[in-house]
């Protein structure tokens, strides 16, 4: 891609760049962000249907659930009709680990061509957390930005992220971009502090948020096929590469976990303060279905046994489960406001200050409106003309 067009493309979302979102509106858009703002404190409800928002387990006209779940929150949703199946906790605002990178891939995979090449430099790699998952990406090699989703999707490298996030400006700037993303899909209980989903204060997410990403992310064919791809060879300088394996079990079948018959992907995560993450897609039948999982409280292994039970259950109640509530659609393709109301956020997330920082929903939403407002139409023809090159998926 040559970098006159790359800046091009970026410049839709320019105005959202390294700054608060709340800061990110122009004076020619203040009126449309306050009208977005006031319209969403009218709305009563919650994002994707009331029943979210209550406490146990959601499920209508289906039996069977599996006994032994241990997750602090968990969903099943049909991919293409976008009904909520069975929930619990959908709203709850958890810790996301490197599940949140599907929201980083959503908002940055489509500004970059597979082909392009990148010589990483030290500056690229430097504010690393300690502890992070690394891919193996070194200073002075040349790699493919296919390469370097590659090692995003595989091996959860945040050396990986990080490159990828400076090609897109920054840090600071593609953060930026990340919460105004969620915003647009309405994912409202996202707080994004790092690009990597690393544990920082504040970094948080919910089942129901997880799942939008992926559903989302799994529209476009580049975002479907990295997150199926089981190996790769990564580049270890000059003709040398080495073998990189998914880090997802349900797809690998590593660690004693049996790979899922039908699994498209989709992200797997950890740290010590999220403890296991998983969104998972699976097809059977002509049916998708999507499972997050969020926070297992015993065994490495059962944030992928607790999916693939899940996932079983939403397979074999096809005919009988009725929603209990709805993927909402971005608002930028259309999708109605959704905006959930005070009494429902503390109905969802557990009190006023269930984040840990203390951040409300209200507060992203107040900063997210009107980058919304503003970027919604570039975005929108954004991805229309990228669609050309053949990137979208819907199945």
Partial sequence: MR?????????????????????????????????????????????????????????????????????????????????????YRAHQRLAPASTLKMLFAATVLEKFERTERYTVTDADL?????????????????????????????RSGNDAVHVLARM???????????????????????????????DHKGQLSSAYDLTLFARHGLQD???????????????????????????????????????????????????????????????????????????PESGYNAVYEETAALLDWGFAKAGSAQAVGTLVEPLSEGGASASPSRKAVRAAAGSPAAAADGTSPWRLLEGGAGAVALAAGGAYALRRRLAGRGGRHTG
């Fill in 3 to 87: 970098e006159s067009s790359r800046l091009s493309r970026r410049s839709l979302l320019a105005l959202t760049a390294a700054v608060p979102l709340a800061a990110a509106v122009p004076a020619s858009a203040s009126e449309s962000a306050s009208a977005a703002a006031s319209a969403a404190t009218d709305v009563t409800g919650v994002i994707g249907g009331e029943r979210l928002a209550r406490a146990g387990v959601q499920v209508r006209g289906a039996t069977g659930l599996p006994k032994k779940l241990s997750a602090r929150a968990w969903l099943v949703a049909d991919h293409d009709t976008g009904e909520v199946l069975a929930s």
């Fill in 126 to 154: 430097a504010g690393i957390p300690a502890g992070s998952s690394l891919v193996g990406v070194k200073a002075g090699i040349t790699y493919t930005v296919e390469q370097l989703w590659q090692g995003v999707f595989l």
């Fill in 168 to 198: 897109n400006g920054g840090l600071a700037r593609t953060v930026a971009e990340m919460q105004a993303k969620a915003a647009d899909l309405q994912a409202l209980d996202t707080h994004v502090v790092s690009p990597d989903g690393f």
């Fill in 221 to 295: 064919a580049d975002f479907r096929a990295y997150c199926a791809t089981r190996t790769a060879d990564f580049p270890a300088g000059g003709k040398k590469t080495f073998q990189i394996q998914n880090t997802d079990r349900l797809l690998s079948g590593a660690y004693g976990v049996k790979t899922y018959k039908g699994l498209i992907g989709v992200k797997n995560g950890y740290t010590s303060n999220a403890g296991n993450t998983f969104t998972g897609a699976a097809t059977r039948g002509g049916r998708t279905l999507l499972v997050t999982v969020m926070h």
